[in-house]
């Protein structure tokens, strides 16, 4: 299995201040056809994960143009330019390259 | 916009079956090419992909369930359906239903709340 690395686990961070969490897979998530299935969720407390960004940069329908994936085969960053007090929760990196689907250990996003 | 909405059992004894379903509207679970997926998340927080199911049938299981594990799909009903056999408590978890983009678009778009599924005696 691909395994899928974050960093940090627990972030604290200012509100209106940017934050950054990094994914590492253990293998290239380029698939044949050339795309990198990499996808990043948010899981709000108490809420299901949501999907932000799929293909390692486009953004959801509907989420804020304040977060941002970037990265290319086994290194991946999320951002979130301007933090607001509704994105605290569990941020998760996401592989769909090869089966089984793999999910980072998750990266808790708290305010100071 | 599509949902997904999960129903079963909120306790299951060990080595007994765990059967969930999960209703979508919103839009057909025939059309689109999406497949669909369930994912467990264990009370440490961490996701665990299941499996997935496609409107004709086609499966692919995680392989440290596979042995387990059944996903099912009634297309006239816009349901499919899970089964887990001969569960533990290590099998206690939050389980979604989802959907899956399919070909050229692999990444999960859309989940249900969840079912809090408890194994115990």
């Known amino acids: 299995d691909i395994v899928m690395t974050q960093t940090p686990l627990s972030s604290p961070v200012t509100l209106g201040q940017p934050a950054s969490i990094s994914c590492t897979s253990s293998q290239s998530l380029v698939y044949r056809d050339g795309k990198t299935y990499l996808s990043w969720l948010q899981q709000r407390p108490g809420q299901p994960p949501r999907l932000l960004i799929y293909?390692?940069?486009n953004r959801f329908s509907g989420v804020p143009d304040r977060f941002s994936g970037s990265g290319a085969g086994t290194d991946f960053t999320l951002k979130i330019s301007r933090v607001e007090a509704e994105d605290v929760g569990v941020y998760y990196c996401?592989?769909?390259?090869?089966?089984?689907?793999?999910f980072g250990q998750g990266t808790k996003l708290e305010i100071k | 916009q599509v949902q997904l909405q999960e129903s079963g059992p909120g306790l299951v004894k060990p080595s007994q079956t765990l059967s969930l379903t999960c209703t979508v509207s919103g839009g057909s679970i025939s059309s689109g090419g999406y497949y669909w997926s369930w994912i467990r998340q264990h009370p440490g927080k961490d996701l665990e992909w299941i499996g997935y199911?496609?409107?004709?049938?086609?499966?692919y299981y995680n392989p440290s369930l596979k042995s387990r594990v059944t996903i099912s799909i009634d297309t006239s009903k816009d349901q499919f359906s899970l089964s887990l056999n001969s569960v533990t408590a290590a099998d206690t978890a939050m389980y979604y239903c989802a959907r899956d983009g399919g070909g050229g678009n692999w990444y999960v778009d859309y989940w249900g709340q969840g079912t809090l599924v408890t194994v115990s005696s």
């Open positions: 293909k390692i940069s």
């Open positions: 199911i496609s409107n004709s049938g086609k499966t």
């Open positions: 996401m592989q769909a390259t090869q089966f089984p689907y793999t």
